[in-house]
């Protein structure tokens, strides 16, 4: 059985598209765990009119993040395989079909492609020549694949055996609000050795809203950041051997960017005076870490704009 567990936050919205995607998958051997994370729209009235299939299971708990929800799910699956399946998100057609067929005792985790959607709930259909390639075992090779997104950026971009998650909620629930999948699947592959194999179908169908990308920075989303960057960095003392992966990697320069929003002239929350100098502290250190590395070109081409490399060389 593939249990699959969506944590659902005021998701009225895209709910239902959610459910309808799981229901119309001709593999029937699947567990439906919904977990209201204390939703205060109308998610638990439409849900309720799906829960007559009885592999629909719906929970209801106060909020308490999205992690702790998961986990909450993950407490009550039934399934030998585990996905995780985001609220406003779908899968693909026959995508269980596909974990089922490629998932065997020979792996821990199954790794697929996901298509992103934009503005509609067409999600389009796998071709059936799709290939399945075991990643070699090496603890490195693993760890470098994760680092640098080439593997598992997210727990919904695959499918694992429950059992080598069950005993993990000391990682799984890691409390970040940025990052949190990564550090979660990076943690895994350190603590115990891993079966990975990957598949070339795109099974994941991931809503992309060009509105809603993130034009300011509040207190919370900066805390976020700083609580990401101290949580890499106490990683990478407890991990010497990968901390130079750590240093350089695409993750590690995704949360730099974050920060870098804190820097932007029109945001008004970078004018407190407290909030600039931790950012630049955080960001300096960073940065010299970066560096150190030979790597920091990639972050300053890619992702730096004219104005953040000025005030980074007026800070000294």
């Given amino acids: 059985m593939i249990s699959i567990i969506v944590p659902v936050y005021n998701a009225s919205r895209y709910i239902e598209d959610c459910i309808r995607s799981v229901l119309s998958q001709s593999f029937t051997d699947w567990q439906l765990i919904l977990v209201d994370d204390g939703s205060t729209d109308n998610s638990a009235e439409l849900i309720n009119n799906y829960l007559s299939d009885p592999r629909l299971k719906y929970i209801y708990k106060s909020n308490s993040g999205v992690t702790e929800t998961r986990w909450q799910g993950l407490s009550k699956a039934d399934g030998d395989l585990i996905m995780f399946l985001d609220a406003d998100d779908m899968l693909a057609p026959c995508a269980l079909d596909i974990v089922n067929d490629c998932f065997d005792n020979s792996i821990d985790i199954l790794v697929f492609k996901m298509q992103s959607v934009v503005?509609?709930?067409?999600?389009?259909?796998?071709?059936?020549?799709?290939?399945?390639?075991?990643?070699?075992?090496?603890?490195?090779?693993?760890?470098?694949?994760?680092?640098?997104?080439?593997?598992?950026?997210?727990?919904?971009?695959?499918?694992?055996?429950?059992?080598?998650?069950?005993?993990?909620?000391?990682?799984?629930?890691?409390?970040?609000?940025?990052?949190?999948?990564?550090?979660?699947?990076?943690?895994?592959?350190?603590?115990?050795?891993?079966?990975?194999?990957?598949?070339?179908?795109?099974?994941?169908?991931?809503?992309?809203?060009?509105?809603?990308?993130?034009?300011?920075?509040?207190?919370?989303?900066?805390?976020?950041?700083?609580?990401?960057?101290?949580?890499?960095?106490?990683?990478?003392?407890?991990?010497?051997?990968?901390?130079?992966?750590?240093?350089?990697?695409?993750?590690?320069?995704?949360?730099?960017?974050?920060?870098?929003?804190?820097?932007?002239?029109?945001?008004?929350?970078?004018?407190?005076?407290?909030?600039?100098?931790?950012?630049?502290?955080?960001?300096?250190?960073?940065?010299?870490?970066l560096y150190s590395y030979l790597r920091v070109y990639l972050f300053v081409d890619l992702f730096l704009s004219s104005w953040l490399s000025q005030k980074l060389i007026n800070r000294q």
């Fill in 119 to 289: 503005k509609s709930n067409q999600v389009m259909d796998v071709n059936d020549d799709y290939v399945c390639e075991n990643i070699p075992g090496d603890r490195i090779i693993q760890l470098d694949m994760i680092l640098s997104g080439k593997i598992l950026s997210c727990v919904c971009g695959g499918a694992y055996r429950h059992s080598i998650i069950s005993d993990c909620k000391d990682i799984f629930c890691n409390r970040l609000r940025i990052g949190e999948d990564t550090m979660f699947n990076l943690e895994l592959a350190t603590k115990k050795p891993l079966r990975i194999r990957t598949v070339s179908a795109e099974l994941y169908a991931y809503r992309c809203n060009p509105e809603s990308v993130t034009r300011s920075v509040n207190p919370a989303k900066f805390d976020a950041v700083k609580d990401a960057i101290d949580y890499l960095d106490k990683y990478a003392l407890q991990n010497p051997d990968i901390s130079s992966q750590l240093s350089g990697s695409k993750a590690f320069r995704q949360l730099l960017l974050w920060s870098t929003f804190m820097f932007h002239p029109e945001n008004e929350y970078y004018m407190n005076k407290n909030i600039r100098r931790d950012m630049r502290r955080l960001y300096s250190k960073a940065f010299t870490r």
